[in-house]
Each structure stands twice: as structure tokens, then as C-alpha cells.
């Protein structure tokens, strides 16, 4: 797998990086404000987290807590019957499931080894993507998120990440490009963009592109998915990892993603005007994820403790209750 294609899975699975950002300047010239340090321990409680998120065993949302059997639990988002989708490990074997809030689950579809699995924005479709190493190709198949019958399937030459995908609609992209809008139901694709994706919101009409290898000088490169010519903001020093609900804002990481998870994460509007920007003096923020159009929920790990923390503008406080510590 080449430095380009490591970068891009990264970015989109979200995995993110210990290395601290450089110091920014909003657009327009004016200066950003100044980074805010969350220590875990000091923060206020402040109302339990909008959105659903996953703590050890169980999915948290609101006051309601479901506890789902297996390992390595990952929530994928929910179904538009209130189901939560997750992947979790169960005998050796990743399975795709519908979790009924507070009671049981049930298998929707296994996941193969090294095959990724995301659910459509709209809670729809699970799609798969499966990298075949030998055969140099990428298999994508789509499913009925309640049946699990699938819809439909294609191959690809090369590595292919899917960044997102609705009722009818399937975007992925190669490590090199380009990014390509499938149909699974008539099996008809067409050409986004000739540049590398790796993050896309179709209901918010978000795309985000690599101009290169970002370790040769590439830059990434946000505009809507309707005019992807037409550049929104460009950065040579920061990723998206996730778009706003509506698309106004962008939480961004180092371009150079690797390893465990960053100590610092910033909000942008999709312009590029910073808005926040949030680091750890120990510790790693293993997921960031909108509550709504501007304020930003992190998963927050450190060696003492682990919360959901809530941020908006130079202001963060605790979106759930304190959990034990964790060591690296």
C-alpha cells in the first residue's frame, strides 16, 4: 500500500494522528483563536451528547445506554427505524448488526477480514468495500440495511475507499483517483472528479480531495460534490475528517495522518475560517464527530480518564460521564 493510499484510508476511516497541527490563520487574514487545552478533570458536565456514540460495550445515546455482546464495537449510525447499526466481533468473525435500543440485536451481514463496512447517511445501506491484495482490485457490494439482501456489487482496479452513500447513490475513490458516483441498483457509475477523494457528505453536497501525495506536496482541496471544480478551501497542512450536518463547518486534523489518534483537532467553517481548535497535553481524541452545524463532540482518551467532550468556540465541557483511563 503506497503513502498516498495509507493517507487517504486514514482520513477517511477517520484515524488521526498524534502529531500537533502548526499554528493557523483563519481566511480572510485574520488570526485564529487560540488553541483551547482540555483537561478532562476540570471540565463542567454539561448536557449528555445529541448524538449516539459508542463507551466500551454499549452505545450511549441520551439518557438511554444498550449494551451490545462481542468486541471491538463501532458504530456504524442508525437505521431510519431507530435500529442502531454496528460492526462487532463475535467468535473470531466481524458482523454487521441492527441493535433495538435498550434490548437485543441481530445479524444483518458478516464482514470479512480487512473489509470495511459504512451505513449510508441516510441509515439505509450498508456498503462494503473488500481489497483483494493479490488480485490488485477492490470489491464493492451494497445491502438493504434491514434485509441485508444486497443490491448490488462492482470491482475495481487498485484500492477503493467508499466516503458515502444514500438511498441511490454509492461515492468511492481510488487512492489516485478518481472519485466515481456508482448507482448498485442499475449498476451505472460516472466520473466525479479525476483528483483522489477521501471524505464526502452527499446530503450536505461535500467533497474533499487530495491534489497529490501529501507527503510530495499534495494539498487537500474542499468544494461541493455538485462542482467539485469550484474549490472552496484548499490547505496544505490539514484534513478533513468530518463535515457539518448541514456542511458549514469541517473538523480538520494534521494532512499527515498516522498512528494512534491526535492530540489536536480544529473546526473550520467550510471557507477555511477556524473557529476552535482543541488539544491534549497527554492523551488522544479517537473519534470527532458534529452535533450539530458548528459544534463538535470528541471522543477523549488520556491515561487518567475518558469522556464525550463538547465544544464550541474556545468553550468545552462534558458531554457524558468520566471513564476509566487508558494506557498506550
Same mark, same amino acid.
Given at each position: 500500500m503506497?503513502?498516498?493510499?495509507?493517507?487517504?484510508?486514514s482520513?477517511?476511516? @477517520?484515524?488521526?494522528?498524534?502529531?500537533?497541527?502548526?499554528?493557523?490563520?483563519?481566511?480572510?487574514?485574520?488570526?485564529?483563536?487560540?488553541? /483551547?487545552?482540555?483537561?478532562?478533570?476540570?471540565?463542567?458536565?454539561?448536557?449528555?451528547?445529541?448524538?449516539?456514540?459508542?463507551?466500551?460495550? $454499549?452505545?450511549?445515546?441520551?439518557?438511554?445506554?444498550?449494551?451490545?455482546?462481542?468486541?471491538?464495537?463501532?458504530?456504524?449510525?442508525?437505521? *431510519? %427505524?431507530?435500529?442502531?447499526v454496528v460492526?462487532?466481533?463475535?467468535?473470531?468473525?466481524?458482523?454487521?448488526?441492527?441493535?433495538?435500543?435498550?434490548k437485543?440485536?441481530?445479524?444483518? !451481514?458478516p464482514?470479512?477480514?480487512?473489509?470495511?463496512?459504512?451505513?449510508?447517511?441516510d441509515?439505509?445501506?450498508v456498503?462494503?468495500? !473488500?481489497?483483494?491484495?493479490r488480485? @490488485?482490485?477492490?470489491?464493492?457490494?451494497?445491502?438493504?440495511?434491514?434485509s441485508?439482501?444486497?443490491?448490488?456489487?462492482v470491482?475495481?482496479?487498485?484500492?477503493?475507499?467508499v466516503?458515502?452513500?444514500?438511498?441511490?447513490?454509492?461515492?468511492?475513490?481510488g487512492?489516485?483517483?478518481p472519485?466515481?458516483?456508482w448507482?448498485?441498483? /442499475?449498476?451505472?457509475? $460516472?466520473?466525479?472528479s479525476?483528483?483522489?477523494?477521501?471524505?464526502?457528505?452527499?446530503?450536505?453536497?461535500?467533497?474533499a480531495?487530495?491534489?497529490?501525495?501529501?507527503?510530495?506536496?499534495?494539498?487537500?482541496?474542499?468544494?461541493? !460534490?455538485?462542482?467539485?471544480?469550484?474549490?472552496?478551501?484548499?490547505?496544505?497542512?490539514?484534513?478533513?475528517?468530518? #463535515?457539518?450536518?448541514?456542511?458549514?463547518?469541517?473538523?480538520?486534523?494534521?494532512?499527515?495522518?498516522?498512528?494512534?489518534?491526535?492530540?489536536?483537532?480544529?473546526?473550520? /467553517?467550510v471557507?477555511?475560517?477556524?473557529?476552535?481548535?482543541?488539544r491534549?497535553?497527554?492523551?488522544? #481524541?479517537?473519534?470527532?464527530f458534529f452535533?450539530?452545524?458548528?459544534t463538535?463532540? !470528541? %471522543?477523549?482518551?488520556?491515561?487518567?480518564a475518558?469522556?464525550v467532550? $463538547?465544544?464550541?468556540? *474556545?468553550?468545552?465541557e462534558?458531554?457524558? %460521564?468520566?471513564?476509566a483511563?487508558?494506557t498506550?
Amino acid at each position: 500500500m503506497s503513502r498516498l493510499t495509507s493517507t487517504l484510508a486514514s482520513l477517511a476511516l @477517520g484515524a488521526l494522528t498524534t502529531s500537533l497541527l502548526p499554528a493557523a490563520v483563519a481566511a480572510g487574514g485574520a488570526e485564529a483563536p487560540p488553541p /483551547t487545552t482540555i483537561r478532562l478533570e476540570r471540565l463542567e458536565r454539561g448536557a449528555d451528547a445529541a448524538a449516539a456514540y459508542v463507551d466500551g460495550d $454499549r452505545v450511549v445515546d441520551g439518557a438511554r445506554s444498550t449494551r451490545v455482546r462481542g468486541q471491538q464495537l463501532r458504530l456504524l449510525g442508525t437505521r *431510519p %427505524d431507530g435500529r442502531y447499526v454496528v460492526v462487532v466481533h463475535r467468535g473470531g468473525r466481524a458482523q454487521v448488526r441492527a441493535v433495538t435500543p435498550e434490548k437485543g440485536s441481530r445479524k444483518i !451481514l458478516p464482514v470479512y477480514e480487512q473489509e470495511t463496512a459504512m451505513l449510508s447517511g441516510d441509515g439505509t445501506r450498508v456498503v462494503t468495500a !473488500l481489497y483483494r491484495y493479490r488480485a @490488485g482490485r477492490t470489491l464493492l457490494r451494497a445491502y438493504d440495511s434491514t434485509s441485508g439482501v444486497r443490491t448490488g456489487s462492482v470491482e475495481r482496479r487498485g484500492y477503493e475507499s467508499v466516503l458515502d452513500a444514500d438511498a441511490t447513490t454509492v461515492v468511492h475513490s481510488g487512492d489516485r483517483g478518481p472519485v466515481v458516483a456508482w448507482d448498485p441498483a /442499475t449498476g451505472t457509475s $460516472r466520473r466525479v472528479s479525476a483528483r483522489a477523494g477521501y471524505a464526502a457528505d452527499l446530503a450536505a453536497d461535500r467533497l474533499a480531495v487530495l491534489t497529490g501525495d501529501p507527503y510530495e506536496g499534495g494539498c487537500s482541496v474542499v468544494s461541493t !460534490l455538485s462542482d467539485p471544480g469550484t474549490a472552496l478551501w484548499r490547505s496544505c497542512e490539514e484534513g478533513v475528517v468530518e #463535515f457539518s450536518p448541514d456542511g458549514s463547518h469541517v473538523a480538520t486534523i494534521h494532512l499527515l495522518t498516522d498512528g494512534l489518534g491526535p492530540s489536536e483537532v480544529a473546526v473550520h /467553517t467550510v471557507t477555511g475560517a477556524e473557529t476552535g481548535r482543541y488539544r491534549l497535553r497527554s492523551g488522544y #481524541f479517537p473519534r470527532a464527530f458534529f452535533e450539530d452545524a458548528d459544534t463538535l463532540l !470528541l %471522543d477523549t482518551s488520556t491515561a487518567k480518564a475518558s469522556a464525550v467532550v $463538547r465544544c464550541d468556540g *474556545p468553550r468545552c465541557e462534558l458531554a457524558s %460521564d468520566l471513564g476509566a483511563g487508558e494506557t498506550w
